[in-house]
């Protein structure tokens, strides 16, 4: 069985912890320190490395990531987002995930894809230790590829229209540039070319406190994808994700 703790999941800070077979893995280094050693507790050791998507500050805090490599954990980037970060110079001791393979990284298997965002970015098909296999989404209006046999998607529903429109009414313009990120509508066509008959979980992550409204955003995915649990990723939460063919 896998567990997924959320650190933080908005633009305030992102950060997931995926814990599958005694050892555990960072997604996303966002928010700050004491959020990641408050869910993981005593068990600090059993984390094998640390996963980002991209270089702005809400998915990687340069103050985190560079505590996390004094204590030894590796911290893992695309190629592309490697290659800026290694130019910029600000964080010494990084390793690169090429896209053509997987990386393990302790247990886990790690997948990157490269996917549109207003800087380098990439998503991750992540496969457990206990062999759960999660898809991971984020800061990107869509990806082309298909993905099969998904146990879990963690995929970014940031705005939706119907809320953009009425802060448009009232003269609220959005900062957050819902133009490079995966609305409600998106998302669901999204996950529905995406899930199978292993698909237990979807997490609706990165929702703007400004442009969407969550119990809509989240009815609506379940609508679409009856047979699917569907959550919105809040700071503390916790799921369990169990590949039946295990």
Known sequence: MTTIKICGSSSQGNGYIIESGGQALILEVGCRMMDYT????????????????????????KSTAKEFIRRGIPM?????????L??????????????AQKTF??????????????????GFLIKTPTNERILFLTDTTGVNIRFR??????????????????NLDHHDVSMSHPEYHMGLEDCCKFCKANISTS?????????SHQNINEDFARQ???????FVKVAVAHKGDVFNIKNDNF
């Not at 698909?199 to 929702?207: A, E, F, N, V």
């Not at 609506?220 to 009856?226: C, F, G, M, R, Y």
């Open 149 to 166: 046999d998904i146990d879990c998607i963690m995929v970014e529903c940031n705005h939706d229209d119907d809320t953009l429109l009425d």
């Open 199 to 207: 698909t237990k979980q979807i997490i609706l992550i990165h929702l």
């Open 105 to 122: 990284v302790g247990g886990f298997a790690v997948q990157p894809f490269e996917v549109p965002h207003n800087v380098p970015n990439y």
């Open 76 to 84: 893992f980037f695309g190629e592309k987002v490697y290659e800026e």
């Open 86 to 99: 290694l130019k910029e110079g600000s964080i010494m001791g990084i390793k690169p995930l090429p896209t």
């Open 38 to 61: 408050w869910e993981i507790g005593d068990a600090f050791n059993t984390i094998k490395g640390c996963i980002a998507s991209h270089y702005h500050s809400d998915h990687l805090n």
């Open 220 to 226: 609506s995915v379940q609508d679409a994808l009856p």
